[in-house]
């Protein structure tokens, strides 16, 4: 059985992960306009709140994240893997179904940013990039907080398909992506981080996230062509030193 190493970020804790595509899913975490378009959304908020600030975010996002999410979503949707899209907003305009934490630092980030709605389901914002549009036969699950697995049926959905294994992909890697990733690792599913296909607002915490991520709860693949050959290939992913 071939053996694909993850990036080396030291000694882990976990166990290797052995890929079978019919029990695999993507995971494309908040890739909607709120959150992930330049001149949108929280991509507003932040450059008035602290203009520049989310300049190395969009750019990433653009030019890294958006081509690398689509292109595995081309070569892993024919291999039988599952697209599952996690999608966070509020069903109420006054965000009440979202933890009261998460509500009050929001409206204050809308307040700031003078905009509206920024995370109300039922508005323009939420609704996923054109260029990563889930298909008919995807999976969109809607999430009321950070953690997918905290605030939606992600769970549930996940095992009534039989999935076992998880590709995660997706923003804010610090935030969003590492919390529900590590939820993923707790529940017993094979958890896996996909470098390129993430993003932070700073390339220290998306590091840093990385590394701590590796080190508990599973492996890191660098690359796009990483995550197909570990796919085409059923391959088990080990750490560097039992490859």
């Known amino acids: 059985m ?3 190493p993850s990036v080396d970020y030291g000694m882990p804790l976990w166990e290797p992960i052995t890929i079978a595509p019919e029990r695999t899913a993507l995971l494309i975490i908040d890739m909607q306009y709120y959150n992930a378009a330049r001149g949108q959304g929280f991509s507003v908020v932040m450059d008035r709140v602290e203009p520049g600030s989310s300049e190395y975010f969009d750019t ?3 030019r890294q994240t958006v081509p690398a999410i689509r292109s595995l979503i081309d070569q892993l949707r024919p291999l039988g893997v599952r697209m599952v899209y996690l999608c966070m907003g509020s069903q109420h305009r006054d965000l009440r179904d979202m933890p009261p934490r998460l509500r009050a630092a929001f ?16 508005g323009p914002l939420f609704r996923v990039l054109d260029d990563l549009e889930p298909a008919p036969a995807d999976l969109v699950v809607e999430k009321r907080s950070l953690g997918g697995f905290n605030g939606s049926d992600l769970d549930d959905v996940l ?17 969003c992506v590492e919390t529900t990733a590590r939820d993923a690792a707790d529940r017993g599913y094979g958890t896996v981080l996909v470098d390129d296909c993430l993003a932070d607002y700073d390339p220290a915490w998306h590091q840093a996230s990385l590394k701590a991520f590796h080190f508990n709860f599973g492996p890191v693949l660098r690359t796009v062509e990483d995550v197909v050959f570990a796919t085409q290939q059923r391959a088990t992913i080990v750490a560097p030193s039992e490859a």
Do not use: M, Y
């Not at 398909?161 to 997706?170: A, L, P, Q, R, Y």
């Open 159 to 175: 095992r009534r398909h039989g999935i076992e294994s998880i590709f995660v992909t997706g923003v804010s890697t610090n935030s």
């Open 60 to 62: 990433r996002v653009e």
């Open 107 to 122: 409206r204050r980030l809308e307040a700031k940013g003078g905009v509206k709605d920024l995370f109300w389901a039922q």
């Open 2 to 4: 071939p053996v694909l």
